[in-house]
């Protein structure tokens, strides 16, 4: 559990604001790729600023089963360097404008700056009313607009301080746990997975960017590693104040693996299988219309990936103090170490498709 503290540290610290991923993407692949130490046959950073892991299976009719998690996170870039030393953002992705004043960032300029999110005091304010995200200013210290030019420029990206508090019960509050956590998830599987040898499956980890911008990076899974299947994961709403009936699930109950009509049923149900016969903590969430993952993309592009769901609960998303139980990301893992094991062995029905989209057969 150590280890995976100190993983999912690192892959918080590291700047991947959507639209800027590529900039680490580089270090997401090292930081992985020493978790899960000779584990892999190939490791690369796609054009799109993807990252992939590869553990390839030792057959000679093997079939691609993909996990895919996004490594980039809400955040924001500088659109206006102003008078007193202040610099104006726009948000990327969606963010609680109420979570703002106040709040700490990082400015990954000509070198790192540690700003806050300036604030009125209530006492002095004249409107209950918020302002807008660009209408908010940052303060990094400067004294002058001349200052502040010589270390940001207007489009630099900025991150929500990196940042990893411990809470009781094995529950951690961190900054881009969406969908850093996940990643962590899939690495401490393929952990699992070091000294298992698949026969007929080549497993790649697929770390897609721009998930946070309309899911741009998992477009190219399919051009990309031609997988025939795909686990896509991502976090999903864990009840906290506020919670609607039936549109959440629970800290430490286990990950959460949705029903929908974007989703392969038969490979859907062989997670859900898999989850029953391993004993491992799981729980169901509908989401028939849209999934708000990487899978309603595939499944819009209409190559014919058999997608399914699985989430780890989480609380407070798109904020700075993202919460999620440390045990939900274990079930997780070895999930998806059951589902790989028994995708080698069995497809259940799950169709095999070549580029093009045309079936070779069940």
């Known amino acids: 559990m150590e280890q995976l503290k100190k993983l999912i540290q690192s892959l918080v610290n590291t700047m991947t604001v959507s639209g800027f991923e590529k900039t680490n993407a580089q270090k997401i692949l090292s930081v992985c790729s020493e978790y899960a130490k000779g584990c892999f046959n190939k490791a690369y950073v796609t054009k799109s600023g993807s990252v992939v892991l590869a553990k390839c299976g030792k057959g000679q009719n093997r079939r691609v089963l993909a996990?895919?998690?996004h490594l980039d996170t809400v955040g924001f870039a500088v659109t206006e360097l102003c008078e007193g030393g202040y610099i104006r953002v726009t948000n990327l992705g969606g963010i609680d404008v109420?979570?703002?004043p106040a709040s700490e960032v990082l400015v990954h300029g000509k070198k790192e700056l540690r700003g806050v999110f300036s604030s009125i005091?209530?006492?002095?304010?004249r409107s209950d009313k918020l302002p807008e995200i660009n209408e908010m200013f940052v303060d990094v210290g400067f004294e002058s607009k001349e200052e502040t030019k010589k270390y940001i420029d207007i489009g630099d990206p900025v991150s929500m301080y990196p940042h990893v508090t411990q809470l009781l019960n094995d529950r951690i509050s961190a900054t881009g746990l969406d969908d850093k956590i996940c990643i962590?998830?899939?690495?401490?599987a393929m952990k699992l997975m070091e000294s298992l040898q698949l026969e007929n499956t080549d497993i790649y980890c697929y770390f897609s960017s721009g998930e946070e911008r309309g899911g741009n990076g998992s477009y190219h899974i399919f051009h990309d590693i031609n997988p025939c299947a795909c686990v896509v994961l991502d976090v999903n709403f864990a009840k906290e104040k506020g919670s609607k009936q039936g549109e959440y699930g629970f800290l430490g109950e286990g990950c959460m693996i949705s029903i929908s009509s974007v989703t392969n049923p038969d490979f859907t149900d062989m997670c859900r299988k898999c989850a029953s016969v391993n004993d491992i903590p799981s729980q169901t969430v509908v989401e028939m219309t849209a999934t708000g993952t990487n899978a309603d993309v595939l499944a819009r592009t209409g190559v014919g990936i058999a997608c399914a769901v699985v989430s780890v609960p989480l609380k407070y998303m798109h904020s700075s103090v993202e919460c999620v139980s440390l045990e939900d990301v274990v079930s997780?893992?070895?999930?998806?170490?059951?589902?790989?094991?028994?995708?080698?062995?069995?497809?259940?029905?799950i169709p095999v498709?070549?580029?093009?989209?045309?079936e070779l057969g069940l």
């Open 67 to 69: 996990f895919d998690a």
């Open 332 to 349: 997780t893992s070895k999930l998806l170490r059951a589902v790989a094991m028994e995708y080698d062995s069995n497809p259940l029905g």
């Open 184 to 188: 962590a998830a899939v690495m401490h």
């Open 98 to 100: 109420n979570i703002l």
């Open 121 to 125: 005091p209530p006492h002095l304010s």
């Open 353 to 358: 498709y070549h580029k093009g989209g045309a």
